[in-house]
T-cell receptor
Framework: GENVEQHPSTLSVQEGDSAVIKCTYS??????FPWYKQELGKRPQLIID?????GEKKDQRIAVTLNKTAKHFSLHITETQPEDSAVYFC??????????????FGTGTQLKVEL | GAVVSQHPSWVICKSGTSVKIECRSL??????MFWYRQFPKQSLMLMAT?????????EQGVEKDKFLINHASLTLSTLTVTSAHPEDSSFYIC??????????????FGSGTRLTVV
């Protein structure tokens, strides 16, 4: 089955700096890679996702890059703000090839944006 | 957009009792429901995948007789934790796919249930 590794487990940045979180996956058939932000006791919230036929996607301060050959993808947050502080999870799925395909989550990154 | 309603949001039960958690898709048909468990400061771990009208598929290491999943309709799936013990205390969260939602490939999460077994 799919295995998703995520680094770092904790990340502390100064407000306004950039933050980068990296994930690797094992299943070459995975074709959908979402990123979630989760606040304590809440459901995961999708912040950005990317399909396997795209190398990069950007949405305002957030961007995701995908390297299919190396099987890794990264989340980039620029101009970080205190409200970006949360736990971030990457995930992988064969979503595009079947309705029953599950999401496998990475281990999570606790991001802290300091004033 | 797609909404999954999960109840209860939190529950405290005595050791040895059973607890039922419900997830309802409010505006779409959830052919498939995924059940996750999340221990403090850990990731979401898939427990099982349920398809409407058929038996759930459990992940390795998850006791199917302890975590009973029922997906009798396209809008309702339930997880029953039987004979709960303190080590079952966790955050349980469901996720359903709306295959007609092309925005995020349809993965919609419930709000989660915090289970505490005392």
């Amino acid at each position: 089955g799919e295995n998703v590794e995520q680094h770092p487990s904790t990340l502390s940045v100064q407000e306004g700096d950039s933050a980068v979180i990296k994930c690797t996956y094992s299943d070459s058939a995975s074709n959908y890679f979402p990123w979630y932000k989760q606040e304590l006791g809440k459901r995961p919230q999708l912040i950005i996702d990317i399909r396997s036929n795209v190398g990069e996607k950007k949405d305002q301060r957030i961007a995701v890059t995908l390297n299919k050959t190396a099987k890794h993808f990264s989340l980039h947050i620029t101009e970080t703000q205190p409200e970006d502080s949360a736990v971030y999870f990457c995930a992988a799925s064969r979503a595009l090839t079947g309705g029953g395909n599950k999401l496998t989550f990475g281990t999570g990154t606790q991001l802290k944006v300091e004033l | 957009g797609a909404v999954v309603s999960q109840h209860p949001s939190w529950v405290i039960c005595k050791s040895g009792t059973s607890v039922k958690i419900e997830c309802r898709s409010l505006d779409f048909q959830a052919t498939t429901m995924f059940w996750y468990r999340q221990f403090p400061k850990q990731s979401l771990m898939l427990m099982a995948t349920s398809n409407e009208g058929s038996k759930a598929t459990y992940e390795q290491g998850v006791e199917k007789d302890k975590f009973l999943i029922n997906h009798a309709s396209l809008t309702l799936s339930t997880l029953t934790v039987t004979s709960a013990h303190p080590e079952d205390s966790s955050f349980y969260i469901c996720s359903a796919r709306d295959l007609l939602d092309s925005r995020n490939y349809g993965y919609t999460f419930g709000s989660g249930t915090r289970l505490t077994v005392v």
